[in-house]
């Protein structure tokens, strides 16, 4: 799986790896994770055909467990050659994984989000996975902060 790239897409959204649907169909977040997503984009007036969407990794691990480390560094270059050939203006990491990506090992989701970073000449937002947001549910704090950041890229994508 390599991911969706619509022409000249101002927004990449960054997720972890593969689940089940994901590797059947052989794009990103078309299982319930991607229709919680699409919901979410359409609620803040964002377009889904024309985002860009990856994964930093490209297949998915084994029993559908957290990528590791080693498996994340062996395929991040094919995200930032990705990265360098979409060119978006912002770039949504989505979960912890897409975070280490971006910001490295240290960085804690919770501090990371809730700003714009400048980050490799373009924006740079983080926020919580789909999927985070449907484990703690509806009135969980990943959901919350999920659906605001989501907003904002709505708010930052029509204001630029």
Known sequence: MVGDFPANARLLLVGEAPGAQEDLVGRPFVGKAGLLLDALLAEAQV???STAVANVLKC??????????????????????????????L??????????????????????RGRIHDWRGRQLLVTY????????G??????????????????LLCAS
């Open 138 to 155: 509806p009135a969980g704090e990943p959901m919350a902060a999920l659906r605001a950041d989501l907003r904002r890229v709505g708010e």
């Open 91 to 112: 770039v949504v990491t989505l979960g912890g994984t897409a975070l280490a990506w971006a910001l490295g090992h240290g960085v804690r989701l919770r501090d990371a």
């Open 60 to 89: 998915r691990p084994p029993g559908n467990r957290a990528p590791t480390r080693a498996e994340a560094a062996r395929c991040s270059g094919w995200l930032d050659q990705q990265l360098a050939l979409l060119d978006p203006w």
């Open 47 to 49: 377009d889904r055909a």
């Open 129 to 136: 996975h789909p999927s985070a947001a449907i484990r703690f």
